[in-house]
């Protein structure tokens, strides 16, 4: 059973990757002082709200999930939640 913890706080991503369609995806992402090394992207979404466009993508580390929004206005990413295994 999954656990998801809600966080909304901005992360700093510290690395940027890119997939076979050179689409871009989170690598590295430090978090109240700790850093996250991601090892795959899951779901990926564009949300519009407005005239705001935001992507939300799923990233694991193998020991959790982390949802993370990016902002294409701010260009500022928040992590939204962390889903840990129970």
């Known amino acids: 059973?999954?656990?998801a913890i809600l966080v909304n706080e901005n992360v700093t991503i510290t690395s940027l990757g890119f997939n076979e369609k050179l689409d871009t995806f989170p690598k590295r992402m430090?978090?109240?002082?700790?850093?996250y090394n991601f090892i795959e992207a899951g779901l990926k979404c564009l949300?519009?709200?407005g005239e705001r466009?935001?992507?939300v993508i799923t990233m694991s580390d193998e020991r959790a999930n982390y949802r993370l929004r990016y902002d294409q206005q701010d260009a500022?990413?928040?992590?939204?939640?962390i889903s840990t295994r129970s």
Do not use: D, P
């Open 1 to 3: 059973m999954n656990k």
């Open 30 to 35: 430090e978090y109240r002082g700790n850093t």
């Open 47 to 49: 949300v519009k709200k």
């Open 53 to 55: 466009i935001a992507q």
């Open 76 to 81: 500022s990413w928040t992590l939204m939640a």
